[in-house]
């Protein structure tokens, strides 16, 4: 795999994550992040749609009518959401269950559409298959993450692990609030980190 | 040489007043409530101050040092009335362990990251308050029952005078209003006696740190809203009386409300200001699902400032 093919993929994990750094797909993001595994649910079932309706709209980028585009983009996203929802109500009732009305909406995540938009009908299916698993794994990566310090945080277990005793726990993690507190502290983390490389890269290239 | 005119540029008329001063006779104000308390709930009463303080200027110290690279400016005394006020919002029977997550809420979450004293758009005591509140339901609405000696026995609990009429309790258990003034009923530690937080209020007026219109407006508005409730049905709503002297009403109305970052600077947007406290206050006790309701107004007040400073701007001359 050549230097740029490599590159479209890894750029979705942290440069240009969908979460932290483009800030789209804010609602599943806030909701569904209250355990790890509601998290780790959540990015492979967005990371499927984001792969097949990538590639599919690719595929068919210079079929599909401009001044209709954006239906028939709706139309091939809520296919493969109807998909990934019925397979898992179907095999893992117990996360569909937690996940609830957040796997349908899918459907108007803006991460999905914004990459259709954005790359998939600009560019050849190989490279949006990149572009989509690379947003997918993106986007699981800072679920994960955000839903890993809520879980600790707020239900002092890790996976389902009890790792804290119950008085030590800290409910305003697992709701609402939580959610926007540990959201915007991990953004700005990454944005300290994401500066600090690029000063570095800048002192570098001053040299 | 001193026969020469010093020319400077404006302004030409200093007052010797200072964010340290301020922040210390703030601090002095609360001294008579922090007596009493003392008083009447003991030992973890300064156990708990001390603890809330010390973390809250720890903090400001290590964030402002070592994660902002500034001058710490701790001396200015902000962190000390933040500790202290959050410190007077809990209940005594706090465990330690969260009075320091607490100090760690209002300094990191609501005060730090928005750039320091003076750039908070919320007040950092009733942030991690609320947060407390809504982190720990369970011990921070535990209300050890006030001893009037020095009782080390707190293992007694009881409703504040709030949570009685919320859960329909029995009306005739309510303290009596000498009760509730002079600081005999369960509730956070600082906020039971009235009137050991109205002396502090009328030095605080008296110095001029704080102006009338906002705690006047405050009080009255719950005062007359629930006046109006009583009127229509005294059965189920309670004489104006209690909703004036119980919960966090005086200490949030003088104290926390008046917070000069976080409140309007004219006087009529002050009036604005306390009105929405008062009629958020009245509609969350009586509706709402908590018994109080002073923090959660305040802190919705506040995010409103902006635009109430916009609406009521001082008349500007020469224009």
Redo the contacts between chains.
Sequence with gaps: MSNSKLNILTKGFFKENPTLILVLGCCPTLAVTTSVVNALGMGAATTFVLLMSNMLISALKNVIPDKVRIPSYIVIIATFVSMIDLLIQGFLPSLSASLGVFIPLIVVNCIVLGRAEAFANKNTVFDSLLDGLGMGIGFTIALTLIGGIREILGSGSFLGFQLIPAE?N????V?A?GAF?VFGFVM?AVRYIVNKREEKKKHCAAE | MDKLLHISGSPHVHSDESVKKIMWSVVLSLVPAFLVSVYYFGLPVIILTLVSIGCCVLFEYLIQRYMLHQKPSVDDGSAVVTGLLLAFNVPSSLPIWIMVVGALVAIGIAKMPYGGLGHNPFNPALVARVTLLIAFPVQMTTWPVPTPIWGFADAVTGPTTLGLIKEGGDLTQLPSYVDMLIGQMGGSFGEVSAIALLIGAAFLLWKRIITWHIPVSFIATVFIIAGIFHMANPAEYVNPMIHLLSGGLILGACFMATDMVTSPTSPWGMIVFGCGCGLLTIIIRIFGAYPEGVSFSILLMNAVVPLINKGFKPKQFAH
């Design positions: 030590y800290m409910l305003i993690f709701l609030p507190l700005a």
